[in-house]
């Protein structure tokens, strides 16, 4: 962009929870500006009302890009649109920032990259742990407690309502521990900075309301070179329980380091969004024994009542979005980490159909 004090222009694609969230993140930050909102149903209208009207409202994609002309595309739909609107954003020339997971298959993600790079422009894919302090504090202190690491995640969600029509809707394209892993598995490389090997996973179909050959209850086993293990479990629906839904936590030789969320943890807030990304507070435990074989220290709490809302997560994302195109960043390493960490929640997809072991092949490298 030759003048950076004029803000850059940025078409907004689905409306849903994180689309809102990030279009209301650009009305509020200096250096965007909406020109225009798109969605097939009715959601844009209800955007277009909530940010006090007046934006461009389109039902068509390409009609949008065509018309708008956008220095930048936001895309939050559905996840077997994510290749096709990206791609056609960077044929325009527009840097891009996309939702979770970059596409619906790993070859649909390699190809989104190779278009950004063909096209010189930004991609920056929704990671938004990775803007999170206490997950940042979370994923710092594992590195204290030696090698191997253990590490355990889950996020099991008891919906109904909207968020019921929203999880069927997502597993029309994927299965829970695809769509809400990648997240997880990318914490788990960035823990172990080490090389997946390979995966095993199981799933459950618990419901008639979703396609046959989907699940909805998923549970996906990670072993890495260095010899640290991890698993992940989620599941979606009104059967779930909420019964140990949020566990986050990391052992090692010298303790263990946990998010405990006492508040967002509580009945009935499973399916929350904002519940998702509160953590609250983090228990550090040494294993440090005395001469008695008596725990040495006290386990330690690092406070963390003071920590963004989603809304400011939001924030903070398309900050780092502005920046990587006003600073000319290189995202090589976001942009692989994010199609590393889709190989492998696939490849646990895979096993969940197979029943087998999924080896990894060595070309899948870890985030430093």
């Not at 930048?72 to 609107?85: G, L, N, R």
Request: glycine fraction near 8%; charged fraction near 25%; proline fraction near 4%.
């Amino acid at each position: 962009m030759s003048d950076q004090t004029k803000p850059l222009r940025v078409l907004v694609v689905g409306c849903g929870n994180m689309g809102s969230s990030h279009a209301t993140a650009y009305q509020h930050l200096d250096g965007f500006e909406i020109c225009g909102i798109v969605s097939t149903g009715k959601s844009k209208e209800v955007l277009n009302e909530k940010l006090g009207g007046g934006y461009p409202l389109f039902n068509s994609y390409e009609e949008a890009l065509e018309e708008t002309n956008p220095d930048a595309v936001c895309i939050s739909t559905y996840p077997d649109t994510h290749e096709k609107f990206a791609v056609l954003a960077f044929e325009k020339g527009c840097h891009v920032f996309i939702e979770k997971p970059v596409a619906d298959s790993v070859e649909g993600a390699e190809r989104v990259v190779e278009a950004a790079v063909k096209a010189g422009k930004k991609l920056v894919v929704g990671y938004i742990l990775r803007h999170h302090p206490s997950w940042e504090k979370f994923v710092e202190l594992s590195q204290e407690l030696g090698k191997p690491l253990v590490m355990r995640m889950n996020l099991n969600q008891q919906s109904q309502g909207s968020m019921w029509t929203l999880h069927r809707n997502l597993m029309k394209s994927l299965s829970p521990i695809v769509d809400c892993g990648v997240h997880y598995i990318d914490v788990m490389c960035q823990m172990t900075r080490s090389r997946p090997t390979q995966v095993y996973a199981i799933g459950a179909r618990l419901t008639e309301e979703i396609p046959a050959g989907n699940y909805n209850y998923g549970q996906l086993q990670i072993r890495f070179e260095d010899g640290s293990v991890g698993w992940y479990e989620a599941g979606w629906g009104p059967m779930v329980s909420e019964t140990a839904f949020f566990v986050k936590d990391v052992i090692g030789p010298k303790g263990s380091v946990s998010i405990v969320a006492k508040e967002a943890g509580g009945a009935g807030k499973s399916s929350s969004i904002e519940a998702h990304t509160k953590t609250e507070s983090i228990r550090f435990h040494h294993a440090d024994l005395d001469a008695d074989e008596n725990f040495a220290k006290e386990d330690s709490w690092i406070n963390l009542e003071d920590e963004p809302d989603h809304q400011e997560l939001c924030n903070r994302e398309q900050r780092y979005f502005l920046n990587a195109i006003l600073e000319n960043t290189d995202l090589t390493d976001h942009m692989e980490d994010a199609v590393n960490s889709l190989r492998i929640a696939f490849a646990c997809d895979e096993s969940v159909r197979t029943g087998q072991v999924v080896r990894m092949e060595a070309s899948v490298t870890s985030p430093d």
